[in-house]
């Protein structure tokens, strides 16, 4: 009769998948914590995050991560060096807007706190 060999067995630990809501609402109540103008609202018939009444981002319109209102010229940098696309609902671009559809919490952390010094 054969013998039965053991075989060890390797766990691989890779980073589970983020969903970008997840993250996006998270970093939404850590910069709340911080601001308290930072708030839920509504825009397009989704959720959002305002700076008082003014819009500030939202997340996952169409598959695009996380959008968020920076000024125009940052937008068009952002955009020159690959860190985000425009975001152009309906085939019309929205210039104060980058859709930044990679899952970074660093990076969107960073973008979020742009966009409250931009509108706020």
Wanted: charged fraction near 30%.
């Amino acid at each position: 009769m054969p013998t039965r060999g053991r075989v060890k067995l390797v766990l691989c630990r890779y980073p589970r998948p983020v969903d970008p809501n997840d993250l996006f609402w998270e970093l939404a109540a850590e910069l709340h914590t911080h601001d308290s103008r930072v708030v839920e609202g509504t825009i397009m018939g989704g959720r959002c995050l305002r700076v008082g009444k003014e819009f500030l981002a939202l997340v996952d319109f169409k598959g695009s991560g996380l959008v968020v209102k920076l000024p125009k010229a940052r937008v068009a940098e952002l955009i020159e060096q690959g860190k985000g696309q425009s975001f152009a609902p309906a085939g019309r671009v929205f210039k104060e807007w980058l859709c930044v559809p990679k899952v970074d919490r660093r990076q969107w952390r960073a973008l979020l706190r742009e966009g409250i010094e931009f509108v706020g």
